[in-house]
């Protein structure tokens, strides 16, 4: 059970995963910074000096048993945005990378075949031919 686990913990791919989710961390913070510190204040600004992160629903005491509970609908939406923006650039991404290795496969398509395998293509056609 060891030395399965050794040689999955070596493989490139757990290292790349590893990669991966520091780099998706770091760059959901920076969408994270995009959405609360440029995009919802211009946005606030063009809605009528609406700051969104103040938006919210009180829910009387009387009702919440004596507890005033506050509802933050503002603070959803700006999590809304930071999905979207993340999930369209994830998709831009993986675009670009399909579209990459597109590129590699016409390459290995497009070889032109060895000396070797012309020289069987040529003896296979003969042989047929004999038949």
Known sequence: MLKGFKEFALKGSIFDLAIAVVIGAAFSKIVTSLVNDLIMPILGIIIGGINFSNLKYDIPSSIAG??????????????????????????????????????????????????????????????????
């Open 66 to 131: 004596g507890v005033t509970l506050s509802i933050k609908y503002g603070l959803f939406i700006q999590a809304i945005i930071d999905f979207l923006i993340i999930a369209l650039s994830l998709f831009i991404f993986i675009k670009a990378m399909q579209s990459v290795k597109k590129k590699e496969i016409e390459k290995i398509i497009d070889i032109e075949p060895s000396n070797e395998e012309k020289l069987l293509t040529e003896i296979r056609d003969l042989l047929q031919e004999k038949e």
